[in-house]
């Protein structure tokens, strides 16, 4: 297994936090009778996942080796380490973005993603029910960043690190967040990500800064209640068809 010492520590500190925090959204929800979580739902995220860990770690030798490459012929050299830093999340989170919204704009990357948005429930056990396909590619938009002399063990320390804040704006029990929400992608602007209420769809592509949503014209607020889910969601709940049902759709 190829993973930094880095990412290993931070599975093992978010761990315990993402069940921590499950387990009292769930209990909020049962409280609440609200329906917000459900054993079919929360077995199909979790399968998801298991699924995405799996072709992730088989992509990621593929990944760093051309990333390394790419390093290796950089053109530029960041020797201040505050700048590297800095520079090295925002390009990041610019990278990821850009991943989004072409996710969501072509359809053959559609059918890969909307894994993640066909769930009809949105809770932070939504956040692992992760694109399965996504790791085959998702090094392709990390590629510039390696040409411009950031570490792809680098890289992938950071994706995990906004990953891990992006698992935390799956919930309904957060409401607005002030002068956060200005720049920070945040619950609410993540529950809008997941609507598909027509002004709502492919808005908030953002997964730690919401600036880029707001520079590049696809940010929209919440401002009435989100109907989670998509407009063509598979036909039953076996795995196959959660997962392929979008690619049948295109033949």
């Known amino acids: 297994m190829i993973q930094s010492y880095r990412e290993t520590l931070l599975f093992l500190i978010s761990t315990p936090l993402y069940v921590f ?141 906004t990953q891990l804040y992006g698992i935390f704006i799956h919930t309904q029990y957060v409401k607005k967040l002030g002068f956060l929400e200005w720049f920070m992608a945040t619950p609410s602007h993540h529950r809008v990500h997941h609507g598909k209420n027509p002004q709502y769809i492919d808005r908030n592509m953002g997964m730690f800064l919401i600036i880029w949503d707001r520079l590049f014209g696809t940010f929209t607020e919440e401002t009435e209640p989100v109907e989670y889910g998509v407009t063509k969601p598979p036909k039953n709940s076996r795995p196959d068809e959660v997962i392929l049902h979008e690619f049948r759709n295109m033949f």
């Open 21 to 161: 925090f499950i387990a009292a959204e769930v209990i909020a929800s049962n409280i609440h009778n609200n329906g917000r979580y459900s054993k079919k739902g929360t077995i199909e995220h979790f399968y998801i996942m298991l699924i995405n860990i799996m072709i992730d770690l088989a992509m990621r030798g593929v990944a760093l080796i051309a990333l390394l490459w790419c390093f290796n012929h950089r053109v530029l050299e960041i020797n201040n380490p505050i700048a590297y830093w800095v520079v090295l999340f925002i390009l990041q989170d610019l990278a990821f973005y850009t991943m989004h919204y072409v996710d969501h704009k072509v359809r053959l990357f559609w059918a890969v993603h909307i894994t993640h948005h066909s769930s009809e429930e949105f809770n932070l056990a939504v956040g692992f029910r992760s694109s399965v396909f996504e790791p085959v590619y998702r090094f392709i938009y990390f590629i510039p960043l390696a040409f411009l002399g950031l570490q792809p063990l680098d890289i992938f320390f950071v994706f995990s690190l």
